[in-house]
């Protein structure tokens, strides 16, 4: 026998469940812990839980598993700590064990690797979409007092005020959006926000840097 085949002979899944904190009515009923359930959906017994509302299911492991987001390893080393059984957690893992756990953790890493991009690419605009921000502010300022005409004549302007409103969209996406508006933005508009803010910053640059030319 496995740990997870001694673990789940050893404690039943109810006796699990209702040890980290759920209420089990008498009819097996309870209220699920991984949707919004305001009705008892959840169904236990000794060997399983099934939610009827968001589909949630498994056994003893698998519940402290997605409970507590840790691994069936480790959701069965965190039962057998809680409940002193006594289960050797140091076992040899075989060869297929060791690949299929192996697997997991490739899956695992690639998963932390995408986010990690993620999350990088959102910091990343942000402060670039700030400084295009700054950058309309300041060439903004540069044609005060001036002609209303030299605003046309500048190309680089011309572009700025067409993504003025665009640029502050995308702040507000990623300052404040869901995560699932952020993911829109970042895997359908990536490339074309990232073309833009350098647009903008390659104008701003040479507007403010004539006029500092000028000035000078
Ligand atoms: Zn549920």
Redesign the pocket.
């Known amino acids: 026998m496995n740990i997870f085949e001694e673990v789940k002979s050893s404690v039943s899944a109810r006796a699990v469940i209702e040890n980290y904190g759920l209420k089990v009515g008498r009819n097996g009923m309870a209220c699920?812990?991984?949707?919004n359930?305001k009705h008892p959906?959840?169904k236990v017994d000794d060997t399983h839980y099934h939610?009827?509302?968001?589909?949630?299911h498994g056994d003893a492991i698998g519940y402290v598993a997605q409970m507590y987001s840790i691994s069936q390893y480790e959701a069965a080393c965190k039962i057998v700590d809680d409940f002193h059984l006594l289960i050797d957690t140091n076992h040899e893992f075989s060869e297929d064990e060791k690949k299929s756990f192996e697997k997991v953790q490739e899956q695992k890493a690639f998963v932390a690797k995408v986010q990690k991009k993620f999350k990088n690419w959102i910091n990343e605009t942000i402060d670039e979409l700030k400084e295009c921000e700054n950058l309309i502010e300041e060439a903004r300022e540069t044609f005060i007092g001036k002609e209303p005409g030299a605003v046309f004549i500048s190309n680089g302007f011309a572009y700025m005020l067409r993504y003025e409103s665009v640029v502050g969209y995308w702040l507000d996406v990623l300052c404040m959006g869901s995560e699932e508006d952020k993911r829109q933005l970042f895997l359908v508009d990536g490339k074309e926000v990232k073309r833009i803010a350098a647009n903008i910053k390659r104008a701003g640059n040479e507007i403010l840097g004539r006029t500092r030319q000028c000035a000078g």
């Open positions: 699920c812990p991984f949707h359930d959906s959840m939610c009827f509302g968001c589909g949630a």
